[in-house]
């Protein structure tokens, strides 16, 4: 059974920090693109950020500079550095996991809620 498990979330200040963390499960990590995307109310869910399998990354223009996805292969986890947080920051944070191969072998975590306020 696959599961891809979020944490991590939680409520900042404008200019504060966060890391989530997505652990997974039930799939041989190295052959999946893992990527976080995000929701806010009232809009569509957008891609935030994503690690390839060789380690290329790729980040959304509005957190480049503040946001860092990386990996720990040996933990099956991957994390997202989140830094110089602003409210336009705040939605639900979910872990997306797609087999290279196999783009119908898709997954998502449950999401993990992040709120920057003051």
């Known amino acids: 059974q696959v599961q891809l498990v979020e944490s991590g979330g939680g409520l900042v200040q404008p200019g504060g920090s966060l890391k989530l963390s997505c652990a997974a499960s039930?799939?041989?990590?190295?052959?999946?693109?893992i990527s976080w995307f995000r929701q806010a109310p009232g809009k569509q869910r957008e891609l935030v950020a994503h690690i390839s399998t060789g380690g290329s990354t790729y980040y959304t223009d509005s957190v480049k500079g503040r946001f860092t996805i990386s990996r720990d292969i040996a933990q099956d986890t991957v994390y997202l550095q989140m830094n110089s947080l602003e409210p336009e920051d705040t939605a639900v944070y979910y872990c997306?996991?797609?087999?290279?191969?196999?783009?119908?072998?898709?997954?998502w975590g449950q999401g993990t809620q992040v709120t920057v306020s003051s």
């Open positions: 997306n996991a797609v087999n290279r191969w196999d783009s119908s072998n898709n997954y």
């Open positions: 039930g799939i041989r990590f190295t052959i999946y693109t």
